[in-house]
């Protein structure tokens, strides 16, 4: 699904990789055809060799001797070359596919939902794309050509060796049962263990990249020696399974050297009793021994390629098994396209159940564009859920979310959310200059934008006072700024967007009452530009709302305007009573708590 948008005198640029897929399959079928080419070259040295023996040390023929030299250092000056360049297209090939498997996973991991990353770790997910990516890129720059090239040597030198003789051809062949049989059990034992190998790394990843995020948690509960005990079980978890699979191959790679030298054994014995009984030529003997290295490394080497096989198959089953999880909340087929959009909303009747848990339950109500609303509530009321479902992050389980009177779930995700301005309650800041991460949403504004929207969001002056002011790059997750510096930095994000409709998930928790005094002061020259929600606990936020929505246990319990609701006496007049410090009467202490109950119950 493609959307391009383009002004009357804008230029558009598209770049991208031509082609890129049909030119690594080509590079591959190239390098493939160069690797049979060698291996039938090998073939040439060993029955020129033997000519040499015969023919011109035993027979005589000097002649011949510079003729039969030339071609020895011309297949091996054509093989040397070959293999050169055969090497670089397959190492330029694996790069390829690393570089198009990354983009293609990477591209996949942005198109899924909030319910895909609630369930994956982040370590996880970046083992998918370090350790996993490199055993499928040495797959493809090493184990593709050499399992392929050592199994045409093999089939080669055993028909060149049937061709000098049948008997001593069919005694090696009693080789190859025994081969074929330890290279299916080791096949076997083997692929088990991988999987724990990758489950393993994936695991200690996981950890490593969650205390390194929680550094300050560990420290202010000093609490080193206890993460570092972890961190040793997840390490021997990963070592033992490392162990586990050298454990297999270390049973059964010595049967594959034992079986090589059998070879050896048997042109020695049997190819030496032969030419005393004049079966064969001393140069038939040297020929089939020029072939016996070409059938002995595919055996020596038949174990480790079966590990880097199985190595290969369990991180593209892992890599696959991420790639085609579908998202659930996905583009409409037919999306309706709107770059700007009025701001109007509506909720008919929704409901939203997540692992069989009603969150949310019957929300109805309907704000006109360029209304505030307030929603008050308790921890885990559902406030934060439904400004997920309006900006689709999920999909109701029933009911409507209307934006301009259409259904979000038939708007182009793009087009919805770019109209929704969202300062988070997780504030997550980029590791950016603060101008980066306040033009996140408009990377091409003026600077004086930005200047705008910060002072708009109480945070020019505080920039200012640093360093680099604009230019200062905040840390990780905007380690280095307090927790109200962060708020107001996100909420300048969010403004600068110029949004439709914008979402404010508790903002001001971390500032003083001037500064909150302040912001909202600037949100009412919003008024009549774009709906605004407002999350909060703090009446403080909200009472100067157009609608003010009082949530408990996923439902509305009570609607209206500050007045109104303090009219009601129930949950909101209680919450500004206790705020405020003006309490309320015995009689209406009692009110209060007896409505509590019965929502409780």
């Not at 060799?49 to 020895?72: A, M, N, P, R, Y």
């Not at 695991?203 to 206890?226: H, I, T």
């Not at 290969?312 to 790639?323: C, D, G, L, Q, W």
Request: net charge negative; with cysteine.
């Amino acid at each position: 699904n493609v959307s391009l948008s383009v002004q009357t005198g804008e230029h558009v640029t598209l770049t991208g990789r031509t082609g890129a897929g049909k030119s690594t399959l080509f590079k591959l079928l190239l390098g493939l055809l160069m690797t049979t080419v060698i291996s039938i070259l090998a073939i040439v040295n060993p029955y020129v060799s033997g000519l040499i023996v015969d023919d011109v040390i035993q027979g005589g023929q000097l002649e011949l001797l510079t003729k039969l030299v030339v071609i020895l250092l011309l297949v091996t000056a054509v093989r040397g070359i070959l293999r050169f360049f055969y090497q670089v297209i397959f190492e330029t090939c694996s790069q390829g596919v690393l570089y198009d498997m990354r983009d293609s996973v990477y591209r996949r991991l942005l198109t899924e939902d909030f319910s895909f990353y609630s369930k994956k770790k982040t370590g996880d997910l970046m083992s998918r794309q370090t350790g996993d990516m490199d055993a499928i890129r040495h797959f493809v720059a090493y184990i593709i050509y050499a399992v392929y090239e050592n199994l045409l040597l093999f089939g080669f030198a055993l028909f060149m060796i049937f061709t000098v003789n049948v008997k001593l051809a069919l005694c090696m062949l009693v080789v190859l049962p025994f081969t074929a049989l330890t290279t299916y059990r080791q096949s076997k034992a083997v692929r088990p263990t991988f999987q724990r190998i990758r489950d393993r790394f994936s695991s200690l990843n996981a950890f490593v990249q969650e205390n390194v995020s929680g550094n300050r948690v560990v420290k202010a509960f000093a609490k080193e020696d206890f993460e570092l005990e972890k961190f040793n079980k997840e390490n021997d978890a990963y070592m033992e399974a490392q162990l586990s699979s050298s454990d297999v191959w270390m049973k059964y790679l010595p049967i594959f050297e034992v079986l090589s030298y059998v070879l050896n054994v048997v042109l020695l014995l049997y190819g030496g009793w032969m030419v005393i009984r004049g079966e064969m030529t001393i140069g038939n003997l040297v020929t089939v021994n020029g072939y016996l290295w070409m059938l002995n490394a595919p055996l020596r080497m038949a174990g480790w390629w079966v590990n880097d096989i199985h190595r290969f198959i369990t991180s593209v089953e892992k890599i696959y098994t991420t790639y085609v999880e579908e998202p659930l909340v996905k583009m409409p087929p037919v999306p309706k396209n709107r770059r700007h959009m009025d701001g109007d909303v509506t909720f008919k009747d929704v409901s939203y159940t997540a692992d069989d848990e009603d969150i949310v339950k019957n929300i109805s109500f309907s704000v006109k564009k360029g209304q505030t609303v307030g929603i008050l509530g308790s921890t885990g009321a559902g406030k934060s859920t439904i400004m997920n479902l309006l900006c689709r992050f999920v999909d109701a389980t029933s009911g409507e979310v209307l934006v301009d009177g259409i259904n979000v779930k038939d708007w182009n995700l793009y087009d919805l959310r770019d109209n929704i301005g969202m300062a988070m309650q997780d504030i997550f800041l980029f590791s950016d200059t603060i101008e980066g991460n306040i033009a996140y949403g408009r990377p091409d504004c003026s600077f004086e934008e930005i200047r705008q929207a910060a002072i708009m969001a109480d945070a020019n002056h505080f920039i200012k006072k640093m360093p680099d002011g604009y230019d200062t790059i905040v840390g990780e997750r905007g380690v280095g700024l307090s927790g109200g510096q962060k708020q107001r930095i996100s909420l300048a994000r969010a403004l600068l967007k110029k949004p439709s409709i914008l979402i404010l998930d508790d903002t001001t928790s971390a500032v003083d009452m001037e500064t909150e005094s302040y912001i909202q002061d600037q949100l009412k020259k919003l008024d009549g530009q774009c709906t605004i929600f407002v999350i909060a606990y703090r009446i403080s936020s909200i009472k100067d709302a157009d609608l003010i929505l009082v949530m408990d246990n996923g439902r509305i319990i009570e609607h209206g305007t500050h007045q109104e609701l303090l009219a009601q006496k129930g949950y909101y007049a209680s919450a500004f009573y206790h705020q405020y410090g003006e309490l309320p009467s015995e009689e209406e202490q009692a009110e209060y708590l007896k409505r509590a109950a019965e929502r409780r119950d």
